[in-house]
């Protein structure tokens, strides 16, 4: 069993549900198959406002549902992060040089989402990038070199293309099978449908 994850790190809510993304496919002995997307032309292709251009009182309930899902989740927030938005390039394609080189990169996946929403840290700067990776056990200097190469820019760009031809509407979205779970508050109906895979 396989799940794609299309997102965005400038996402809060990819970041509040990462964790228990990978605690559920590994659960269920599913695979996690991590595509960071361009979430602008994704918005884009949908006509969503993004969530820095949205009305005040939109924004605001944003922040307070995150900071409910936060506090169950046990995690801490900044739902006012000094560094968004942000150019989310470096650390997309950081991260899928990463699933180049590591048998498992959502460590250093989770680091670069806690990097915004916990830490306030800068992910379109290549220090913080290094820093992150090498704190992952990654060799810094060939993430970095890596996520600069052509294929990867190229891959970049076609997660984002078969995002929008999947019907993705924005970040976090799950795809199991023919079917898009859109938000870290449906991985119970992932989990359900993965419970249901394995019974079958």
């Known amino acids: 069993m396989r799940v794609i994850h299309y997102f965005s790190p400038m996402s809060g809510f990819a970041y509040l549900g990462f964790a228990e993304l ?11 198959d ?9 918005f884009a292709a949908v006509d969503t406002i993004a ?15 995150m900071m409910r899902w936060a506090q169950r989740r046990a995690l801490p927030l900044n739902a006012i992060p000094k560094h968004w938005p942000v150019d989310a ?3 997309s394609c950081a991260m899928i040089a990463a699933q180049g080189m590591a048998a498992d990169a959502s460590p250093f996946i989770d680091a670069i989402l806690s990097a915004v929403w916990a830490r306030d840290e800068d992910i ?5 990038i290094a820093a992150l990776a090498q704190d992952c056990g990654l060799d810094a200097t060939k993430v970095l070199s ?10 970049y760009d076609a997660n984002t293309q078969d995002a929008i031809a999947q019907g993705v509407i924005g970040s976090p979205t799950l795809r199991l099978g023919a079917e898009n779970f859109f938000g870290q508050d449906r991985l119970d109906f992932v989990e359900a449908e993965l419970a249901r895979i394995n019974l079958a």
């Not at 991590?34 to 994704?42: C, K, L, N, T």
């Open 34 to 42: 991590h595509r960071p997307v361009d979430i602008a032309r994704v």
């Open 22 to 32: 990978c605690a559920v496919a590994k659960r269920h002995g599913a695979e996690l």
């Open 89 to 91: 390039t470096l650390a």
């Open 124 to 128: 379109a700067n290549e220090d913080t």
């Open 51 to 65: 969530p820095a251009r949205q009305a005040p009182a939109r924004l605001a309930w944003r922040r307070t549902d």
């Open 146 to 155: 890596n996520a600069r190469l052509d294929a990867v820019r190229a891959a």
